[in-house]
Each structure stands twice: as structure tokens, then as C-alpha cells.
């Protein structure tokens, strides 16, 4: 009789373990389905998906942020009867890359899924570690325009100074020194990148290109020569008259002795003469006396033993915040 029990429960477990099946299919995983799809569709998660196997949970879709796919990931997590597995890595947070130069050195740094190869194509040079901030993840998105960026990148670093460009949620931002000319060209050139109305730039103008903090001349490289010569071109700023073209008695004399140190420092250095342009008036007037201020200075530089070929006339451009108007500077090259 005993036999006859054993044997009629162990043809009854498969129908059990059917019938929970059943119950499971058309019951439980429906209603988990749904409260996961709701919990994904709270945070607004983008085209968002769960597949169950059987109480394991497998989400996926697009998220904001890392921090946002975090709190997506714990809250299902916390469903009774539900567990995220797979690291929910068919879920996908998006990345972003940031390369900055400051002082001269390269910096990235940014969330980037784990095969991406971030370099810098020459001329540019980056030393060992300088991509020691950049966070690697299986389940990042890398940024749009990523992969197209190097060409932008070797164009708008060639410049001496301090910048950067970053890429995230499909925009591309820029910002350091700069010019007005030089902003236009690489608002321009980033566009090629990622489309127009997606870039964005966050630029701190400057006169010129000579004016950038740390700016190095390449025409002249014995650093104790070029801090006297610094000096004493610092000391021959000229300044005119609002609207004038000639030059205050005793600034000639400054202008004299700027030769001399200049003649003092070599042949081999080059040198940029600009006037700066006033900010009030017709700014088209203005950066045309500006440059005819600079080519007055220009020609007393020549007439007391300056080499023509060294010198280099020009109106600089107008920076916010300077006091500059109105005067001319000469500046190594």
C-alpha cells in the first residue's frame, strides 16, 4: 500500500510543478512585467524593455545618467519576487569625454565604455597617464561625434593655450583662450563634429593669441633673454589720444628704447606690433586707427635698427575686461 502512495506522489509532482508553471506564465510574470515596466516607465527610461526568466529580471533602455541607472537598477531590485541580474547590462547610461590642455599638458577625463580608444593624433603629445580620469564601463554609450573628433581636436589645440571641448548628451562644448577670430574658426570647425545647434562654447577672449596666459614664443627660447626683453617691452607700451593718430611726447622715447632692447635680443626673434582698438565708436574705425597706430611704432622701431622682417604690424582685437584702448604693444612672437 505504502508503494502504491510513494508511487502516486511522484506522478503527481511534474502536474504540480506544471500547474505552477502555468499559474506563473499566466499570472505572476504579467503582473511583474508590469510593475517593472512601470517602475522604468517612472523614471523615464528610454525605450524601455524586462524580460523574465522566471524571477530574474533583465531591463533594458536608455538612462540619463549613471546615478539615474542606479536608481532604476535598486528599485526593481527591491520588487518582491524579482531580482536584476546581468549587472542589468541591457540597460545603458550615456557617456561623456572631456580633453583639456592646461599649461601645456593634456588631460582626459569622462565615462567611456571599456574598447574605446582615446589618443591624441600627432602633432599633439600627451604624456604617460594623462588618461588616468577617464572611467571605463561595459555598459556606457559612448558620445556622439567620438569617433569622428580626432581631425577637430589636432585643429583646435594647435594653438598655444589653455582649453578644452567635451562631448555629452549629443552636444559638443569648447571654452579657454581665445580671439574673436579664432572662436568664429573653431565654432566653425566643431560643427563638423556634431551638428551646429549642438555646440556650444564657453570662451574667455583675449587680444590676441600672444596674450594667452603662458603663451611661449617660438622665435625666441632662452627664457633669462626673453624676461629682460619681456620686461622692457612691458615698460615701451605706448598709449594715443582717443581718436588720434599721434603719439604723446615721450612715448617716442619709449619706443626708442624698445629698439634697442630688441636689437639687443637677436636678429633670430620676431616680434608683433598691435595696436589695441578703442571699445567705444565704430569698431571697423577703430581697428583701422589701430593698425595705422601700429604701423607708426612699427616704422620708428625700423628707423632705429630694427629689421623690417622681424616686425609684424596688426590691430589686435578688443577683450572684455582689459584697459588697453587706445595703446599699442609690442609683443614676442
Do not use: C
Amino acid at each position: 500500500m505504502k508503494s502504491f502512495v510513494v508511487l502516486a506522489i511522484l506522478l503527481l509532482i511534474p502536474s504540480i510543478g506544471y500547474f505552477h508553471r502555468q499559474i506563473f506564465l499566466s499570472e505572476l510574470k504579467p503582473r511583474l512585467e508590469r510593475e517593472v515596466e512601470g517602475i522604468l516607465k517612472e523614471e523615464g527610461v528610454v525605450d524601455p524593455g524586462v524580460r523574465l526568466d522566471y524571477l530574474d529580471a533583465f531591463i533594458s533602455g536608455a538612462v540619463d545618467s549613471d546615478s539615474q541607472r542606479t536608481r532604476v537598477v535598486a528599485r526593481v531590485d527591491a520588487l518582491s519576487g524579482v531580482r536584476v541580474v546581468g549587472r542589468a547590462s541591457e540597460l545603458r547610461a550615456p557617456g561623456w569625454l572631456r580633453v583639456e590642455r592646461e599649461r601645456g599638458r593634456f588631460r582626459a577625463s569622462g565615462v567611456v565604455s571599456e574598447d574605446l580608444v582615446v589618443e591624441l593624433a600627432a602633432p599633439l603629445k600627451a604624456l604617460p597617464g594623462w588618461d588616468t580620469g577617464l572611467e571605463r564601463r561595459e555598459f556606457v554609450v559612448d558620445p556622439e561625434g567620438v569617433e569622428t573628433w580626432a581631425e577637430f581636436l589636432a585643429y583646435y589645440f594647435r594653438e598655444q593655450g589653455d582649453r578644452s571641448v567635451e562631448l555629452r548628451k549629443g552636444g559638443l562644448t569648447i571654452g579657454g583662450d581665445t580671439t574673436s577670430g579664432l572662436r568664429i574658426d573653431w565654432l566653425s570647425k566643431a560643427s563638423e563634429v556634431v551638428p551646429k545647434d549642438m555646440v556650444s562654447d564657453e570662451f574667455v577672449l583675449r587680444s590676441s593669441p600672444y596674450h594667452f596666459p603662458g603663451y611661449q614664443p617660438e622665435s625666441l627660447q632662452n627664457g633669462t633673454v626673453l624676461g629682460q626683453l619681456r620686461r622692457k617691452l612691458n615698460d615701451s607700451v605706448v598709449t594715443f589720444r582717443p581718436g588720434s593718430e599721434e603719439l604723446q611726447s615721450g612715448d617716442r622715447d619709449k619706443v626708442i628704447i624698445a629698439a634697442r632692447a630688441i636689437i639687443t635680443a637677436g636678429e633670430g626673434a620676431r616680434y608683433a606690433v598691435g595696436g589695441h582698438p578703442a571699445r567705444d565708436g565704430n569698431a571697423t574705425e577703430n581697428s583701422r586707427l589701430a593698425r595705422l597706430r601700429a604701423e607708426i611704432v612699427g616704422k620708428i622701431l625700423v628707423d632705429h635698427g630694427v629689421l623690417l622682417r622681424q616686425i609684424e604690424t596688426r590691430s589686435f582685437g578688443v577683450a572684455p575686461g582689459g584697459d588697453r584702448d587706445n595703446q599699442v604693444e609690442i609683443m614676442v612672437k
